[in-house]
């Protein structure tokens, strides 16, 4: 491969990390001194507390038919004193909600009661709960927000992550304190990147922006994830962002990934693969010259990658090294041209 075509690549995906300054609405700017709920927990310092009082019990056995209940949820406001705002909650997700016994929650908000206490008006919040009141659920939860942060550092399109303490509260009891983290909404995601999410139509990986995907595919070998699919859109937001000319692929949803390692996690009968920490290649008509341009890309952030498991205090030390192994063996099929053909070339010649 040549220095030509090497750099040609790298400066792409440089270009594709790189952000863009969103266009203001008339809404923006009128309460441009605002900022989401999602915005203000994301920027707080910390792990911030967010007290939730309603029935948890209810809301776990009533976890398979997502109905709402009513609850508030109150939280440390801007002025340093606590703010208290009425909410409906549910659990939301597919595979979690029937193997964790603390599923993921949906908590929705009133817009007029967000814009009366000087937020914007996202009123919906979305979070990962521990699968289970145990070291083990910890330690999936935990793993889960360390791929997040991976991914972040390498791509500026990312749904976003913040770690949160949720206390479950039933008027004057706390029921039980959970870790959490919340997960950037849909529509707020949307709005970010002044882009579109597309949720209708099938989509094909040939229509994807090509330098983009090509670092989504690896990554998710890196993790050793195969939970995700382009055309149902499984476990990633199709995006339509103006300064591209093809849609972007953005991922999420980790637990299923090997790196992980949950207990419940298990591949596609459709794979050729045992288990969820043997890795396997989904990138779709991956040319030789695409191949060894993202090898030399990976190999150029490899110490960045390290560096954020090393970061990661939330870990303990076995998790840490566990994560960091995983990541060192990835970059065993980069040793020789010959395993990078073998393991990442998918177009036929």
């Not at 038919?65 to 002025?79: H, L, N």
């Not at 206490?117 to 889960?144: H, I, M, P, S, W």
């Not at 009968?269 to 040319?287: D, E, W």
């Not at 980069?334 to 036929?348: G, L, M, N, R, W």
Request: charged residues 30%; glycine residues 4%.
């Amino acid at each position: 491969m040549s220095f030509i075509i090497q750099a040609v690549f790298l400066w792409l995906l440089t270009f594709t990390s790189m952000s863009f300054d969103s266009s203001v609405t008339h809404e923006d700017a009128a309460i441009q001194d605002t900022i989401s709920l999602f915005n203000y927990f994301f920027d707080r310092p910390g792990k911030p507390v967010l007290k939730l009082d309603t029935n948890l019990g209810r809301l776990v056995n009533k976890k398979m038919k997502e109905e709402e209940q009513p609850g508030v949820i109150s939280f440390i406001g801007p002025d340093d004193s606590e703010l208290s705002l009425p909410m409906q909650i549910r659990a939301r997700g597919n595979i979690r909600k029937q193997v964790c016994y603390y599923p993921p929650i949906r908590i929705n908000l009133k817009k007029t009661d967000l814009a009366n206490a000087g937020f914007k008006k996202f009123d919906k919040l979305k979070f990962v709960l521990q699968c289970r009141d145990n070291k083990t659920g910890e330690a999936y939860l935990e793993k889960e927000f360390l791929i997040y942060e991976l991914y972040a550092s390498i791509d500026s399109h990312h749904v976003r992550t913040k770690m949160v303490e949720l206390q479950f509260w039933e008027g004057e009891d706390l029921k039980k304190t959970l870790d959490g983290f919340l997960v950037e909404e849909e529509e707020h995601f949307a709005k970010r990147l002044n882009g579109t999410v597309l949720e209708k139509g099938n989509i094909m990986s040939a229509s994807l922006q090509r330098d983009h995907y090509l670092k989504m595919v690896f990554f998710q070998h890196m993790i050793a994830n195969t939970d995700w699919t382009i055309p149902n859109k499984h476990n990633v937001e199709i995006v339509k962002l103006p300064q591209y000319p093809r849609v972007l692929a953005i991922p999420y949803d980790f637990d299923y990934a090997g790196l992980v390692g949950a207990s419940y996690a298990i591949p596609h009968t459709s794979l050729p693969i045992a288990n969820i920490k043997q890795r396997y290649f989904m990138g779709f008509q991956v040319t030789e010259q695409e191949a060894k341009a993202t090898c030399d890309y990976f190999l150029s952030i490899k110490d960045q990658f390290l560096s954020i498991v090393d970061n990661a205090s939330y870990l303990d030390d076995r998790d840490r090294d566990d994560a960091k192994k995983f990541i060192e063996d990835f970059y065993k099929n980069f040793e020789s041209d010959k395993k990078i053909v073998k393991t990442y070339v998918t177009k036929k010649k």
